[in-house]
């Protein structure tokens, strides 16, 4: 019973090749969030959404978009990846920023 | 700002063994959360425990247990009778109360601050 689905679970760019990288939740919450995570570090929170109000961490590249098209999907643009973007790419979700998170697989994203 | 230390980058443990993992934190807030999330090889983040700063009773779930000294800003992990599935990167992470609902806000503030990780090896 997936909760938090992350799609691609790999993806192999090309430098400078837009890409995006899909979340979906099944738990109806409100909050989603996308932490990019470099190998053998923490999670760093590049964003997230609460309802449609959209929360950019002040040191997220401008190169780095998110959409939530709606309450289920969100969706990470990377325009112009940098071999500095090679990372898991994590999504989790909550109810109510108070509410603890849950995470999804992640995606592992390598830039050519 | 807060943050969060392990000064653990690795640790390892015998089967059925007990370990405990460190976390120290900084903070002049006096509600807050705590949390330790598991990240298996796999690399999904699986929330273990987590602690209310309010309540005084450590939290337990099964084998694993926390051991909160809120004065000393301390939050270990214990893992009691280790398995092998137990092998996996831990996050401590804590999370303000008055941040999270100031956030109601818009102020961007960061509803989760992590620590770098331990590594924790389980030994057959």
């Known amino acids: 019973d997936a909760m938090v689905i992350q799609n691609p679970r790999y993806q192999v760019t090309q430098f400078g090749k837009p890409v995006t990288l899909s979340c979906s939740q099944t738990l109806n919450h409100n909050v989603m969030y996308w932490y990019q995570q470099k190998s053998s570090q923490a999670p760093k929170l590049l964003f997230h959404?609460?309802?449609?109000?959209?929360?950019n961490e002040a040191d997220t590249p401008d190169n780095f978009q998110s959409r939530r098209p709606n309450t289920s999907f969100c969706f990470l643009d990377i325009r112009s990846p940098g071999l500095g973007d090679t990372a898991m790419y994590l999504c989790a979700t909550s109810w109510g920023r108070q509410e603890t998170q849950y995470f999804g697989p992640g995606t592992r994203l390598l830039v050519l | 700002a807060q943050t969060v230390t392990q000064s653990q980058p690795e640790m390892s443990v015998q089967e059925a063994e007990t370990v405990t993992l460190s976390c120290t934190y900084d903070t002049s807030e006096s509600d807050y959360y705590l949390f330790w999330y598991k990240q298996p090889p796999s690399r999904q983040m699986i929330l273990v425990i987590r602690q209310e700063a309010y309540k005084q009773q450590n939290a337990t779930e099964n084998r694993f247990s926390v051991n909160f000294q809120k004065a000393a800003k301390s939050f270990s992990l214990k893992i009691s009778d280790s398995q092998l599935g137990d092998a996996a990167m831990y996050f401590c992470?804590?999370?303000?109360?008055?941040?999270?609902?100031?956030?109601?806000?818009?102020?961007?503030?960061?509803?989760?601050?992590f620590g770098k990780g331990t590594r924790l090896s389980v030994i057959a």
């Open positions: 992470a804590y999370r303000s109360e008055a941040l999270a609902l100031g956030a109601h806000l818009n102020s961007g503030n960061t509803p989760l601050v």
């Open positions: 959404y609460y309802d449609k109000d959209f929360n």
